[in-house]
């Protein structure tokens, strides 16, 4: 018995003396070394638990259940830090079960689901925080989390963001806090390659479809010179270091990551559920294989998105660097040379818009490349993506760059000849061939540098102003078949500032909401526009 004893107060010193050591790591933020630590005392605590009937003090048990309660909490905080955060929820589980009410824990678990942007579940153990005693000490900060909460819930239920204010004062100060949202979308089976995201019902230009946070980024401002090459490589290096790291710390993440395309068997691939990819999804647990790091490359090599893109903007302190990251669910969206979504980067989530209104069951689309370039462009530029455009505006400009004077409108462009005649004769040639709706704003689309030029150009306009479409008219056609472009909209900006029109106005404003979402409200795009108020 006396043995007994002995051993046990061994024990408890060798306890003690762990805990002190796991603590001391804790506070000096050195997160592995305390997770070894608080390893090592929980095993040890679980050991003391099973042999407590051997203790002559009643009160014994309880406290080992206090110790491994609180070292749990403590080892799934340090877990967390190191963005382990399967495993940190299950330390938190764990410890909930010895005690439902833990203050410490709940505050824990609720902060990890923050981060997992699981805002209703967070905000359930913010609010069980709130009713224990120590909340007292706590209140400010505790609501504080509640309030973020119920914010950023509402906002992945309602996906009402505004970024105007951040917006109109030059995007000093952190960005607006983002959720994820999904708006009226599927994926589904696509025409255009493997699987698609598609419209679910109509959709006006400017609102938004999704809203998500990016697996991983990697981002550095590139040297112009030569060395630029080499940077790009080590970036991508680090870029999938990250990514493999947290596939490999986070099961859920590693199962969303197989449903992407590695670029074979893109027909035969399975169409997930986009309920899938909430957030608050349920975790699938049948199915935890890692993948392997050849599995990973092809995924990103697939499915990586440059931050500046022809297709997107990067708003605040980010879009002076190159940035590269993994987006699960953009991943779907495919590319088209009559693109109708656009995306803006905000810190790391991409916000997906629409660039022009969407008819339900239309196909969710971006351009991987210039859709304002003409059709040889485009062509090339797919090859280096590593496919054949297909899409109805390819087949239909491959047939017209058959023509002769097609040709020798192209040549005479290469040969520096005037914008305004080279558009005059491109719509003499349309006339003549019957080309209407669409293809006209196909063919204006891909010669849209010299409209451009043509309608910027005093002299050019003074000499076929009056024989050419006016810019509204153009523009629309071009808007209808290419969506919001920058280039559109510095057209009838330029025009805009000359004529002081109140109808140019608000068209300049919604085709301002093409671009940069109606997460940007009217006194933001007027800011980005350089509209002034008036």
Sequence with gaps: MREGLQQLEMAEEQMQQLRSKATELLLREEWEEAVLAYCEFINLCQDQISKTQQHPDPDHLPKLHRSLCLALSNRAEARSRLREFAQALKDCDHALKIGSTHFKTLL????????LNRYSMALDCFKAALLDPQASGNA??????????????????T??????DWVVNGYRGKPPELAEYI???????????????????NIDAGTLVLVTKAIATERGILPSEDSGENAQLVMW???IDRVSGFV???????????????????????????????????????????????????VLDVNSLVEDAVSAKVLGKNSGYYGVGLWLLASFINH?????????????????????????????????????????????????????????????EEEMCAKQEMREIEIGLERGMDMGGAVYKLEEGM????????????????FWSAYSEAYGCDKSMKRWGRRIPAVNAVVDSVLEVAGSDDRLLKVLVDGLKKSNGVADMEKALKLGRGVYGKAAKKQALRTLLELGSH
């Design 183 to 201: 708006g009226a979308v599927q994926i589904r089976k696509s025409g255009i390659s493997g699987r698609g995201l598609f419209a679910t019902k």
């Design 108 to 115: 824990c678990k609720g902060k990890i689901l923050l981060n």
């Design 140 to 157: 400010e900060s505790l609501n504080g989390y509640l309030e973020k909460c119920k914010k950023l819930e509402f906002l992945s239920r």
């Design 248 to 298: 490999t710390k986070c099961p859920r993440t590693c199962n969303l990551m197989n449903t992407l395309s590695t670029g074979e068997d893109e027909e035969g691939l399975e169409v997930p559920d986009i309920s899938l990819f909430r957030p608050e999804a349920e975790e699938n647990s049948h199915s935890n294989e890692k993948p392997d790091m050849g599995r990973i490359l092809s």
């Design 237 to 239: 290096k680090n870029f």
């Design 159 to 164: 996906g009402a963001f505004d970024l105007s």
């Design 336 to 396: 088209s040379c009559s693109p109708n979504a656009r995306r803006l980067h905000v810190g790391d989530y991409v916000m997906v818009h629409t660039s022009r209104d969407v008819k339900a069951g239309e196909e969710i689309t971006f351009t991987y490349y210039d859709a304002l370039s003409p059709y040889n462009k485009r062509k090339e530029m797919s090859k280096t993506w590593g496919f054949h455009c297909n899409c109805k505006r390819c087949k239909f």
């Design 431 to 446: 006339r003549r061939w019957v080309v209407r709706g669409k293809e006209k704003g196909f063919l204006r689309a891909s």
